[in-house]
């Protein structure tokens, strides 16, 4: 029997079914081993040395491995046909020999683009030897962003506090977003004006605009004010009209080629509105295979690629269809055979496309999830209509001449297109980011030397705009133009930047949040190069030509360490209030904008002669005065300019306490806005309580403050014990409290009106809970098994899905789908969960044995021995105590954005 390794479980039972009963196909559930997230494990004084870990749950399944492998006859090593495919090949093999498990049986690797029957027999026909050069790609690949990030990482938490990490992708793709943000801060808008006449013409009406006065051509900005416009307007108004020229130009447009890793997360954010994360989540389940008509197959293509060209078969299939669907018209006379043109293109492989061209979306809809409806059926389209006609349009630009009775000769201009055949536009159309800018207005039959009627003429005011914020699909489109990054990581680096908190989603465009333009700013002074788009560019192809064996991958580590250090070490001695200084240059016109009276935007608005800074604390940079603690005015980076409000450092009077008759006041500090009684008397602080999320500044008035800073109130005696139910505002939201029983109210309205008898039974409701939160949602039944406590059970836990029996829970792994989780790997996990808790308990009965022993004098001698046992068994295995959680194949693709 032979042994074949795959990623993933659901791949390995479909293989298996593929193969046989000669075969035993076991996963390796991604990434089997990585480096410990911990200063040292890349070492470049030992020339780059790297120490491997194993995680528990990998252990387990490598042992598992090992086993089989003890007993087959060959080892086949079957991961995806990527970089990190033939990494994990590596590590598994790398793994077995240190175990002894392999001796001298024959090791190989092959590597299919699909996971069907044909594919997997024919690629079991060509084995080959594991792709040293492609795994030291990897290698240097994982060296550079493992250093980057735990290099550049603790500069940044000692120089710049509340900052989280940086990363060599991560970072680059950061700045692209907040060089954005400063565009359209510094943009100025400049008034223009369109001036447009609709004239009529045989039995039509069409819009022609002003394109040159008087032999003068004039471009969108040319008409700058109001009185200009009105005076074009008079002009065209009492002009006469004539046809001067009409010139009719075909115009083809061809189909865009089959979708890369690039373009499929690019349409599918503009079409089905998919992040990229959720987009590689579904291609993922599309590629490992679904459940068709009880048999289980892959539908699409390896979904991680650069390539865009298919296979011949595939391109005859696709013809196939299209004549078959649509007639030869929509088939062109040749196969239209693409080229990739990505200047740094990873490994040659297909573009992503259907396994079976037959298998149209109709077809298939009901066996697949929405999700995984909707995104098949863009993928199909998109290769089908790759293979199609071109679309065929005549386009149509006419030239009018328009005398003016002043005399002033107008030129207008009149262009529209007419779809003459759709082509490929019958299937599919590529989605886009902004607006159309090719008009499509049809136009009547008009010909040289016609005077068409005026119906009126129309002058609208414009302002330019700037640039647009990008979009997750605009960004990862730019990273790819600028050959940084590769597709497996686009997803993650986004995600990882929102993980982060550097940037946020509003309206699927991306904004900077003011800690990520900080680290930003920090890094373009002090590690500029770092961040550079070219010398980015410049890495990734010196990655590439690792990957094709063209240079030694410790030589691009060495000549980019040497450089980088020097650079750490010289920012090691700067003090924090120079850093602060340098980013007080950079973010001047962000954090201090400039103001209305012309002033100094960074005079304190509060004292009379204090100057605002950049300043650090415990939870981040804010803006403070230099006069301090004299003077307390404060603002956090990013709030709105009514938070801001210098009126409300020093305290907005809402009026007087009508009991005490203290002033309350709206204040705003570090920490954002709140309501104060009175002041500080004797070091004592005055009441105070803070807004809830959710009511603005400009909402509060004397009655709600006063509501405030009343809190808590009692809202009566509790029946059984008599003792006093409050309700008040606490740092997870609006609250009653009996004893040291919490509930939570729906909402901050309901603290004052909430009454005994509803307190009473939220908090009833939250003791019968014992104190906990309500029983999370069940995702999936997977009914009774034997040796568990109860039924097993998919549930959607605070911190992820996860699988129990009630008494024992284990996490679902990061790549695993809730609802497609089996009973076979929800045993295992649980197995796996109970037998680390046995574990456990035998070390932490060994440790009390030990010390027992120690007090009558024969515990230093077991310790040592032990010691010795240990450090034994991990030079012979080379891994170290791992980690709980296990490593994902895509958590290690994103291994730049890990620190």
């Avoid at 991560?170 to 943000?181: H, I, N, P």
């Amino acid at each position: 029997m032979d042994v074949v390794v795959v990623e993933s479980p659901a791949k390995a039972k479909t293989i298996n079914k593929y193969l046989g009963s000669n075969y035993q196909v076991l996963a390796s559930y991604g990434h089997v081993r990585d480096l410990p997230s911990k200063d040292g494990s890349v070492r470049p004084d030992e020339d780059f040395a790297m120490d491997w870990e194993v995680d528990t749950q990998s252990k387990k399944r490598v042992d598992e491995i090992a086993k089989a492998v003890k007993s087959a006859e060959r080892l086949i090593l079957a991961t995806d046909p990527d970089r990190e495919g033939e990494a994990i090949s590596w590590h598994v093999l790398e793994l077995l020999r240190r175990k002894g498990a392999l001796k001298d049986k024959p090791v190989s690797r092959v590597v299919f683009n699909a996971v069907t029957k044909d594919a997997v027999l024919d690629a079991m026909k060509k084995p080959r030897e594991i792709d040293v050069p492609l795994v030291d790609a990897y290698l240097a690949r994982r060296a550079l962003d493992y250093l980057v990030g735990f290099t550049l990482s603790p500069v940044l938490w000692r120089k710049l506090p509340g900052a989280r990490s940086a990363g060599r992708v991560q970072s680059v793709a950061l700045r692209l977003v907040c060089d954005r943000e400063s565009e359209i801060e510094r943009f100025v808008a400049q008034e223009y004006w369109s001036i447009a006449a609709t004239l009529g013409a045989r039995g039509g009406e069409f819009q022609a605009r002003l394109v040159n006065a008087d032999g003068t051509k004039l471009d969108r900005l040319s008409v700058g004010n109001e009185a200009e416009a009105a005076a074009f307007k008079t002009s065209l108004e009492g002009a006469a009209y004539r046809v001067v020229s009409v010139e009719k130009k075909p115009v083809r447009r061809n189909p865009q080629p089959p979708f890369t890793t690039s373009t499929l997360q690019q349409d599918a954010s503009r079409q089905l509105g998919f992040a990229p994360k959720r987009t590689m989540q579904v291609a993922q389940r599309l590629y490992e295979g679904v459940d068709i008509g009880g048999e289980t197959m892959g539908l699409i293509t390896y979904m991680r690629t650069d390539g865009v060209q298919i296979a011949d078969e595939a391109i005859g299939a696709a013809r196939d269809m299209v004549a078959g669907e649509y007639g030869g018209r929509y088939l062109p006379d040749s196969p239209r055979v693409y080229k990739t043109k990505a200047k740094n293109a990873q490994e040659a492989h297909e573009a992503i496309r259907p396994t079976d061209m037959t298998r149209h979306p109709a077809r298939v809809r009901k066996m697949l999830d929405d999700d995984q409806a909707r995104l098949y059926d863009l993928i199909w389209k998109r290769a089908v209509a790759s293979q199609m006609a071109s679309a065929e349009l005549e386009r149509t630009t006419i030239e009018i001449e328009a005398r003016g009775a002043d005399g002033r000769v107008l030129g207008l201009r009149a262009t529209g297109s007419i779809l003459v055949f759709d082509g490929f536009l019958v299937l599919y159309q590529e989605g886009s980011d902004d607006e159309e800018t090719e008009e499509d207005r049809r136009l009547p039959p008009i010909e040289q030397g016609d005077k068409p009627g005026l119906k009126k003429v129309d002058a609208d005011q414009h302002f330019t705009e700037p640039p647009p914020r990008y979009t997750e699909a605009t960004l990862i489109k730019r990273l790819e133009e600028l050959g940084i990054g590769r597709p497996s990581t686009y997803s993650a680096t986004l995600g990882v930047l929102q993980d982060r908190e550097y940037v946020r989603l509003d309206k699927r465009r991306l904004i900077p949040d003011p800690k990520g333009r900080l680290v930003t700013a920090f890094l373009e002074s002090f590690f500029r190069r770092y961040v550079e788009y070219d010398f980015t560019a410049d890495l990734e192809e010196k990655l590439d030509e690792i990957s094709a064996g063209e240079i030694e991958w410790r030589d691009v580590l060495r000549d980019f360490w040497r450089d980088f250090i020097a650079s750490t070490d010289e920012i090691k001695d700067l003090r924090v209030s120079e850093v602060l200084e340098a980013l007080n240059e950079i973010l001047g016109p962000s954090v201090f904008p400039a103001r209305e009276d012309g002033g100094d935007p960074r005079a304190c608005p509060s004292c009379a002669d204090g100057r605002l800074s950049l300043k650090v604390g415990r939870y981040g940079a804010f803006v403070g005065c230099s006069n301090y603690p004299e003077c307390r005015y404060t603002k956090q980076l990013g709030i709105d300019a009514e938070q801001s409000d210098p009126e409300l450092a020093e305290g907005k009077l809402l009026g007087q306490d009508p009991e005490t008759g203290k002033p309350v006041t709206l204040r705003t500090g570090r920490f954002g806005p709140f309501v104060q009684l009175g002041e500080a008397e004797e070091g004592t602080k005055p009441p105070r309580s803070s807004l809830p999320k959710g009511l603005a500044p400009a909402d509060v008035d004397l009655d709600k403050a006063l509501q405030l800073l009343s809190l808590p109130r009692v809202v009566g005696l509790h029946p059984e014990t008599g003792e006093e139910i409050v309700a008040g505002l606490g740092r997870y939201g609006p609250f009653v409290r009996h004893q040291k029983t919490f509930a939570n109210l729906e909402s901050f309205e309901e603290i004052f009106s909430v009454g005994i008898n509803r307190a009473v039974s939220l908090l009833a409701e939250k003791q019968e809970r014992g104190g906990r939160r309500p029983t999370p949602q069940a995702l999936k039944e997977l009914g009774e098994h034997e040796g568990f406590a109860g039924p097993i059970v998919v549930r959607a836990g605070r911190y992820g899905p996860y699988v129990t029996d009630g008494k024992i829970n284990a996490t679902l792994p990061k790549d695993a789908n809730p609802e497609e989780v089996t009973v076979e790997q929800a045993v295992e996990l649980l197995n796996s969960k109970a037998g680390s808790k046995g574990k456990a308990k035998k070390a932490s009965a060994k440790r009390a044995g030990s010390k027992t022993a120690a007090s009558k004098g024969a515990g230093k001698t077991a310790t040592k021995s032990t010691t010795k046992a240990a450090a034994k068994t991990s030079a012979k295995t080379g891994t170290k105590r791992a980690p709980a959680k296990s490593k994902s194949k895509s958590a290690a693709a994103a291994s730049d954005d890990k620190a």
